[in-house]
């Protein structure tokens, strides 16, 4: 049993497929809403490893492998992974471009409030 990542659109419509895509969303999700929140990546990457572990307990049927269970580890944690620094890398792409939070302007100008109070 190898560790097939989902690439392809019948890939998604498996369970472990699912739980891969609701993990990117879930920590999308959690980049967005709990922003200031320190623990938002780990809080994402516990949900991401639940959903897969669940994932690989179902397609098993309850009696996954220790090879099964290595595989949901390891989609989990590139699942999270993705979400989480594909946000980040986009959101250092936009600033490097002068745009967003991110920006040298953007910067400059929470360093001049800083600094004025």
Do not use: H
Not at 37 to 62: E, G, M, P, V, Y
Request: charged share 15%.
């Amino acid at each position: 049993m190898g560790i097939e990542f989902p690439i392809t659109v019948r890939g998604f419509l498996t369970v472990l497929g699912l739980a891969v895509f609701s993990t990117l969303l879930v920590s999308l999700w959690f980049k967005q809403y709990l922003k200031d929140w320190r623990f938002t990546n780990l809080l994402a990457l516990a949900i991401s490893l639940a959903l897969s572990f669940l994932a690989q307990f179902i397609i098993s049927r309850w009696r996954p492998s220790a090879e099964a269970l290595f595989a949901a580890f390891l989609i989990g944690f590139f699942g999270t992974t993705l979400g989480c620094w594909g946000y980040e890398a986009v959101f250092n792409l936009l600033g490097a471009l002068g745009v967003g939070k991110r920006s040298d302007q953007a910067l400059a100008e929470q360093a001049r409030k800083l600094l004025s109070s």
